[in-house]
Nanobody, 118 residues
Framework: QVHLVESGGGLVQAGGSLTLSCAASASNFDLNEMRWYRQAPGKQRELVASQLTSGSTKYADSVKGRFTISRDNSKNTVTLQMNSLKPEDTAVYYC????????????WGQGTQVTVSS
């Protein structure tokens, strides 16, 4: 079983920055894709950023140039640096570990609230 624990959420003014962290208890952390999702009230959960085992990254258009995902395989952690935050970034942010065994698998953190005030 994999456990993911997020931290770093909070309240920030528009234009500010926050760094989210996710610690994973996975023995094969470096073999899995790491993702950050978010879900705003009344909206579907959306993929914000992902980082493959190769290190390559992908971002939602809405956060490109403002958010940066990075992983430290030696510490089993992944972070999401969020700059130039906007009120529309307000959501619960979830860390996700995505992998492929005999079939795809996903593990989720409990989520951390990010609130951006205007």
């Amino acid at each position: 079983q994999v456990h993911l624990v997020e931290s770093g959420g909070g309240l920030v003014q528009a234009g500010g920055s926050l760094t989210l962290s996710c610690a994973a208890s996975a023995s094969n952390f470096d073999l899995n894709e790491m993702r950050w999702y978010r879900q705003a009230p009344g909206k579907q959960r959306e993929l914000v950023a992902s980082q493959l085992t190769s290190g390559s990254t992908k971002y939602a258009d809405s956060v490109k140039g403002r958010f940066t995902i990075s992983r430290d395989n030696s510490k089993n952690t992944v972070t999401l640096q969020m700059n130039s935050l906007k009120p529309e970034d307000t959501a619960v942010y979830y860390c996700n570990l995505h992998g492929m065994g005999f079939e795809p698998y996903d593990f989720w953190g409990q989520g951390t609230q990010v609130t951006v005030s205007s």
